[in-house]
């Protein structure tokens, strides 16, 4: 009986609260929504948003969303931000979802009298960048510190469709939940800790990884980026007038000429000790410009900078790109000296490369980098050590960087693993067994490596598997390479191809061995037979460092020709080959190489007015690279070079004996490149130059014949006005530039500015000359003319056309073809930015 009304009372009580509980829902008002800029409808992050007549309000996220929730009565909301109009909605109890859209208020930002704040704030940031000399962490002629480093991606996003298909349908347990309710898919985390040292007199820089710790879905996991650990990796320094990522230039809020691209607002200010931190807010002062919004915090002492955070203002200049969010902290050394002592990077990226507004959230990348200083010294103490003392600048891993043991991890790291990272970990490993993940695994691999892994073989390279030329009519190609299921230090790799005209078969056959150890040695022994271009040759690989091969492909150029391809003979090889990277930055590569060429069809041997079958040469060459804080993709036998912001440079010699028609004849070569890509602000010039001399009487075929062009795409290193056999020199300079402005004008024009065009001007030039004794030797085709003024082109074009194209008109500007090339031509060629 006691039981049974104790049952009753109970049964009674939870009536009675699930009533309460739902009265209480009833009158709770939650709104949540999205803010957006009326004329480009980009997201605004950091906008005021609170019910009228409360104290409860909230900001916007880095993507213009809120949520805000009351549970007394609140029937107004208020939306509002610096240099927009503000917005007062009326909502209802209960649930609601806005989309709200702010519209810019030029006028009312120049009526509004701050002059008191406006005088505040621009005396407070005049001090600001007087001291920024001063202040800056990178001014100091000596320091170290340990970096640690946390990076991770994941997909977002993730609906039921996809939670419910057959890759993941019996895997659910892999997505995650993020408070809002939506749902992701883990797919990287990694981990580094750095030693760095600096000093400027004489400059050394040395950077020792301590411990590396990598999770990520097959290629993301697998691949070693010497130098960074991600394409992203970058330290954030707002003190600097411009901070570049994704290969774009941001102005800082900090930049000297700040006022001519931000609009200031001094918010607030807090005592702290005998000193204030002033808050400032920045905003862009026009649209157009590649500049952040967010805030700063100032302290009056020494007036450095503390923190500053902001977004990306707008993303319609930039493809894939949904929102950024960059985030620095400064610290005191010794209570007075600044620092660095943490930064922030958050970025979305998207599928598509423009916004379409569908009224639904698509699956999109979310890329965050979290880095930490600690043990920092700014004592003047021994001088950097490095390996050798030609150098000025050295990576190294320690044995067991990446074998630490969970103890080691625990007691190094900055900040402790949250759960939802341990649990990052285990969900990767079992993400990687999913037979589908292992495709699209193979797919973005190949991208990479031009093989697609079939398991103990690798099938490709595919850019070779179908061409076509005049001569063998369409080609058809199958190769392979061994993987690294069979060995990681050896490696076989070939194919054959098939020409459907001439009925003759090609292909080649090679080994490779990687020896052990932190450098890369890498030695190869290869067989090729195909079919080269006149004037095709590895010297190509100097500028394009990332082709598989010496033959070009623009998918441009495969699909629209101007002349069909005829200057072809066929090739013979056999090459030994030995790569030794001496130290970061600097590697030799040695090569002994045996060929035949053979009299080719439409441009036959000649020599004396007889005809020569063959010629056939033996050369030996010495290659030297130099780069300096490079970022490279290391792949078993193939390395791919990421970026630098400095030079680099290749010098070779190289010499042989080459016969012909009973006739021998000994040469030596010197071939150098320099590449280069600079910042100007927010647009980029990239220069080339590359230059030789060939001593010694060789056929034409192994002097340098000036790359041509004969097709409708462009190429970044070709003349793309000249015809392939219209020059040959044993004396040469080439020169090759181009200027991206990067949308510097489209941005600013209204009916243009949404289209994000970027604008690209180009020049090339060449002076070369023929010695007299090479008219001796086989005799020129008839296409050839010798160049008695410097040959120039330019060129004028749009970048980013439809997102994917690049587009220019250029011309010859001297000197006129005398074999029929064109004058002035559009060229096209496809790519994918940012």
């Not at 009580?13 to 939650?30: D, P």
């Not at 008191?116 to 002629?141: F, G, I, T, Y």
């Not at 398991?455 to 390279?461: R, V």
């Not at 090739?571 to 080959?577: A, D, I, P, R």
Request: proline fraction near 3%.
């Amino acid at each position: 009986m006691f039981n049974a009304k104790v049952v009753r009372y109970y049964v009674w009580i939870c009536l009675l609260s699930c009533v309460i509980t739902f009265a209480a829902k009833a009158q709770e008002t939650i709104v949540k929504g999205v803010v957006k800029d009326a004329d480009n409808l980009q997201t605004l992050p950091m906008v005021n948003v609170y019910f009228k007549n409360t104290t409860i309000g909230t900001i916007s996220d880095s993507l213009g969303n809120f949520q805000l929730t009351s549970k007394i009565k609140a029937d107004t909301l208020v939306v509002s931000f610096l240099g927009y109009q503000e917005r007062i909605i009326a909502v209802r109890t209960g649930y609601s979802e806005l989309h709200v859209v702010l519209e810019p208020d030029m006028v009312a930002l120049g009526e509004v009298k701050v002059k008191p704040s406006d005088e505040q704030v621009r005396a407070l940031l005049k001090e600001m960048v007087r001291h920024k000399k001063r202040n800056n962490p990178e001014k100091h002629d000596r320091y170290s510190f340990e970096r640690y480093t946390k990076w991770e991606y994941r997909l977002n996003n993730v609906k039921d469709k996809m939670m419910n298909s057959r890759v993941f349908k019996d895997h659910k347990s892999y997505f995650k939940t993020r408070k809002d309710g939506s749902r992701y898919l883990p797919v990287y985390l990694s981990e580094q800790l750095v030693r760095n040292e600096f000093q400027r007199d004489p400059l050394k820089q040395k950077s020792t990884i301590l411990a590396d710790k990598t999770s990520g879905l097959g290629v993301l996991g697998e691949y070693e980026i010497g130098g960074y650990t991600s394409g992203l990796d970058i330290r954030v320094n707002f003190y600097n007038n411009y901070i570049k990522l994704l290969d774009q230039n941001f102005v800082s809020p900090a930049a000297d000429n700040g006022w001519f691209y931000y609009r200031y607002y001094l918010e607030d200010s807090v005592q702290v000790g005998n000193n204030k931190h002033y808050k400032v807010l920045f905003v862009p002062r026009r649209k157009g410009d590649k500049v952040l919004r967010g805030h700063m915090y100032v302290e009056n002492q020494h007036y450095s900078l503390l923190e500053v955070d902001g977004v990306l203002a707008s993303t319609s200049g930039m493809n894939f790109v949904k929102s950024l969010r960059l985030c620095c902290q400064y610290q005191f050394v010794g209570d007075s000296i600044p620092f660095y002592k943490r930064d922030e990077v958050e970025a979305i990226f998207d599928y598509l490369p423009i916004d379409v507004s569908t009224g639904k959230e698509r699956l999109e990348l979310y890329y965050s980098q979290v880095s930490s200083i600690d043990k920092v010294d700014l004592t003047t103490g021994a001088d950097v050590k490095l390996s050798a003392k030609s150098i000025s600048y050295e990576s190294i891993k320690l044995d067991g960087a990446y074998n630490r043991d969970t103890a080691y991890w625990n007691k190094v790291r900055h900040e402790p693993l949250s759960s939802n990272d341990k649990m990052i970990y285990a969900t990767i490993d079992s993400i990687n067994n999913i037979p589908v993940v292992k495709v699209v695994d193979n797919l973005a691999r190949m991208t990479m490596t031009g093989y697609y892994d079939v398991g103990k073989f690798e099938l490709g390279p595919y850019v070779d598997y179908i061409q076509y030329n005049k001569i063998e009519g369409a080609r058809l190609f199958l190769g392979g390479r061994t993987s690294k299921e069979i060995s990681n230090r050896w490696m076989v790799w070939g194919g054959v191809g098939y020409g459907t005209r001439n009925r003759k078969f090609s292909g080649s056959l090679g080994g490779g061995y990687k020896f052990p150890g932190t450098k890369r040695k890498v030695l190869k022994l290869y067989y090729n037979d195909k079919y080269a271009r006149m004037g095709e040759n590895e010297n190509i690989l100097y500028l394009y460092e990332n082709m598989l091969t010496s033959s070009e492909n623009n998918l441009v150029s495969a699909l629209f020709t101007r002349d069909e391809l005829d200057e072809l003979y066929r090739q013979k090889n056999v090459t030994l080959s030995y790569e030794h990277e001496w130290r970061t930055g600097l590697s030799t590569k040695f090569k002994s190489t045996f060929l035949n060429q053979y009299s080719p069809e439409y441009y036959p041997f000649y020599y004396q007015d007889k005809p020569v079958s063959s010629i056939s040469a033996g050369e030996l060459s010495l290659d030297f690279r130099f780069s300096w804080k490079e970022k490279v993709v290391d792949d078993e036998f193939m390395r791919l070079y990421v970026s630098s912001d400095y030079p680099i440079i290749h010098f070779t010699v190289g010499g042989g004996r080459v016969e012909f028609a009973g006739k021998e004849e000994y040469y030596t070569k010197i071939h150098s490149t320099l590449k280069h890509n600079v910042f100007f602000g927010q647009t980029q010039l990239k220069y080339a130059l590359e230059g030789g001399m060939i001593f010694g009487q060789l056929p034409y075929t192994l002097l340098n014949i000036p790359r041509g062009n004969e097709t409708w795409g462009y190429y970044r290193f070709d003349f793309n006005m000249l015809n392939y056999l219209e020059y040959v020199h044993d004396k040469y300079l080439h020169a090759y530039m181009e200027y991206h402005l990067n949308g510097f004008l489209f941005n600013r024009m209204p009916l243009f500015k949404r289209l994000g065009l970027r604008e690209v001007v180009s020049a090339k030039g060449m002076i070369g000359d023929l010695s007299q004794k090479q008219y001796e030797s086989i005799t020129l085709p008839a296409s050839v003319t010798p160049l008695n003024n410097p040959y120039m082109e330019v060129g004028v074009g749009l970048e980013n056309l439809f997102r994917f194209f690049r587009v220019e008109g250029i011309w010859r500007v001297t000197p006129s073809s005398m074999v029929g090339a064109p004058e002035f031509g559009i060229r096209a060629k496809f790519e994918i930015k940012l």
